[in-house]
């Protein structure tokens, strides 16, 4: 966030003043304003009806500030002042990354805001789930089923009963399907909420009937980013299964950056998915 | 003071002047120009600089609370207890600093006694309100109210801030503890109790804030901020649940009033992320007109469409103090350790 620094841009501008013997006198300037070049747009708050879908989702985009503009992508591209111009709810049919930002002609564009929103391929509701260690108590929703049950959460992981909670260092889950199922991505839908403690966990494996068969490791988790839900998807090889083990493992420790530095950081999960 | 407002003016539109000179090949020219925020009777210019020390010999940690004396010092109160207290003039300039013995200071409230001025400092980690006088010296000590019968120890009570009536009534409420709003008698014995943890409309979820609405003399009115609700409760003296002002998707934390205005530090907002803050500011009916650092406010049908940040000012703003002239000075809590805003009404 850019402020505080003013001061010297104040200076610059008096010496343009007097440069052009305009009657300004910047002895009286004793009190520098903040300019609006140094403002940053809020991002786009993005709401969607559902983040996992069977058939279509719905987004809206909004920043009620006078004059901003609000443009989007939907093809994971940086958003620039050239994007799609937001006028009306955004229809999604497939599984895409919405990215947005905020423009305005006297202030500075916003970050992006970003969510990805999932088309539900394949139903694990009949599925049986065991989970090991059990989550926090205080975060465990309906308990195991809540993560096969095609409900997501919001990034407030307090509100409604999606997210479950674990301060582990391990998390493992086991699914057990009807009957053997091509699979060839198992996606796992996890929170980052740094300032909650809450980090991406550092690494995902599947095994099946003792066979490693994908896995996948987040080299970013310990950086500073804002809060976000993420689906992780994990490339499994290809075949039909009817048994999954998923190991989630968390970083060691909280990373020196954080204030709760070295201590074991929570993982949250709402959702495992399979396509 | 009259002056300064115009005199801000008169500066923002000698920048527009130059740049109608035709100097105006790389930028748009409103880039130059004085931020305005806020929205149609309540805007303000920025002063991000005010009240800025040097921060080895007056450090501040969390700003979270300012009033301002009768003399028209500006008096903060931060939980950093080399200096609890900083007492500025309306420029920014430091005339005073104490206090090393608050280290969970928290809120601060002034009242004016038959002419004497006293400061209650609500702490968090002391589990206790002092009142003190402006320059420090201990007068009372309101330890934490065993007679109520609601707290087991005095861990239980963490007092967040403080409202003192006309009578010299005290009000507590324990927003970071059990919820409760201890009601004292002008010498420090038990009146009241009422509140509590709950979802019912007369309990609370971090009952932060609390203040006498004496706006309307005949019909005296105690305002609680139930911040996790984003709701601001409307109780009698007494105690007794009138209704609840709704403002969705604003974690308000002290009311304050000023002429016929309320003023609410937001500290944040929408989904409750960090860094979302902005300012409130209500009519006399207790309708928000002015949100500055945050989203239009707009009703349908008196339901307020919820509020969001939109311009990033602000960071997490706790308190706001407001002068004679309605200019506001911003205190900010969990905000690297930088001093309070000043915002000029223009």
């Known amino acids: 966030m850019a402020y505080r620094n003013h001061r010297g841009k104040i200076a610059l501008w008096c010496a343009i003043f007097m440069g052009l013997s305009i009657s300004v006198s910047c002895q009286t300037q004793e009190v520098a304003l903040l300019v609006n070049s140094k403002i940053v747009l809020a991002p786009p708050i993005i709401q969607i009806d559902s983040l996992l879908f069977k058939e279509s989702a719905s987004a809206t985009l909004q920043l009620r500030q006078e004059g901003a503009t609000l443009r989007y992508t939907l093809d994971g591209s940086d958003v620039s002042t050239s994007a799609a111009l937001y006028q009306s709810p955004i229809v999604l049919k497939e599984t895409v990354e919405l990215k947005a930002k905020a423009f305005h002609s006297d202030f500075q564009a916003s970050e992006t805001a970003a969510i990805t929103t999932r088309k539900v391929k394949s139903d694990l509701g009949a599925a049986e789930i065991q989970i090991q260690p059990n989550p926090s108590k205080t975060y465990s929703a309906s308990g195991r089923k809540t993560l096969i049950d095609g409900q997501k959460g919001s990034t407030n992981f307090r509100r409604g009963n999606f997210w479950l909670g674990f301060q582990e260092s391990e998390i493992l889950v086991s699914l057990s399907l009807e009957q053997p199922t091509k699979i060839n991505k198992v996606v796992v839908s996890v929170l980052n909420d740094q300032d909650s403690w809450i980090f991406l966990p550092q690494k995902l494996t599947v095994v099946s009937n003792g066979i490693s068969v994908g896995s996948k490791v987040l080299e970013n988790c310990a950086e500073k980013t804002s809060k976000q839900t993420k689906f992780v998807e994990v490339d499994i090889a290809p075949g039909a299964y009817s048994t999954l083990l998923l190991t989630l493992s968390a970083m060691e420790g909280i990373p020196e950056w954080h204030a709760g530095k070295g201590t074991p950081p929570w993982t949250f999960i709402d959702e495992i998915l399979i396509e | ?346």
């Not at chain 2, 105006?24 to 931020?35: E, G, I, R, S, V």
């Not at chain 2, 324990?174 to 509590?196: A, C, E, P, R």
């Not at chain 2, 304050?256 to 500290?267: D, E, G, W």
């Open chain 2, 1 to 346: 003071m009259i002056e300064r407002r115009n005199f801000i003016k008169k500066t923002g539109l000698a920048t527009a002047g130059l740049f109608s000179l035709g100097n105006t090949a790389a930028f748009p020219q409103n880039h130059f120009k004085d931020a305005v925020i806020g929205h149609g009777s309540h805007q303000y210019k920025i002063d991000l600089a005010w009240g800025e020390l040097n921060r080895k010999q007056f450090p501040v940690k969390d700003c979270h609370e300012m009033v301002q004396d009768s003399k028209g010092r500006i008096i903060l109160l931060t939980n950093h207890t080399q200096n609890n207290v900083l007492i500025y003039d309306k420029s920014g300039k430091l005339l005073d600093a104490w206090g090393k013995e608050y280290p969970g200071a928290h809120g601060l409230t002034l009242h004016d006694e038959n002419g004497t001025e006293f400061l209650y400092i609500a702490d968090n980690d002391r589990h206790e309100v002092i009142k003190t006088n402006l320059e420090g010296k201990v007068v009372q000590i309101f330890p934490y109210p065993k007679e109520t019968g609601k707290y087991e120890n005095k861990e239980a009570y963490i007092p967040t801030e403080t409202a003192i009536a006309a009578n010299g009534d005290l009000y507590v409420s324990d927003g970071y503890g059990s919820q409760y709003i201890i009601h004292y008698d002008s010498k420090g014995n038990l009146k009241n109790v009422f509140g509590g943890r709950g979802n019912e409309p007369h309990l609370f979820h971090n009952a932060h804030g609390i203040c006498i609405d004496d706006r309307d003399p005949k019909n005296i009115v105690v305002l609680v901020t139930a911040r996790q609700q984003n709701k601001l409760k409307r109780f009698t003296p007494e105690g007794d649940y009138i209704d609840s002002i709704d403002l969705p998707g604003a974690y308000i934390c002290r009311p304050v009033i000023h002429n016929k205005h309320i003023y609410l530090a937001t500290i944040w907002s929408g989904d409750g992320s960090e860094g979302t803050g902005f300012i409130s500011i209500l009519d006399e009916n207790n309708k928000l007109v002015s949100a500055p650092g945050g989203s239009t406010p707009i009703y349908n049908n008196e339901v307020l469409s919820p509020m969001h940040q939109t311009l990033r000012v602000f960071r997490h703003p706790h308190d706001v103090c407001v002068d004679e002239d309605e200019n506001l000075y911003v205190a900010q809590w969990n905000s690297w350790g930088t001093y309070p805003i000043k915002l000029y009404r223009v």
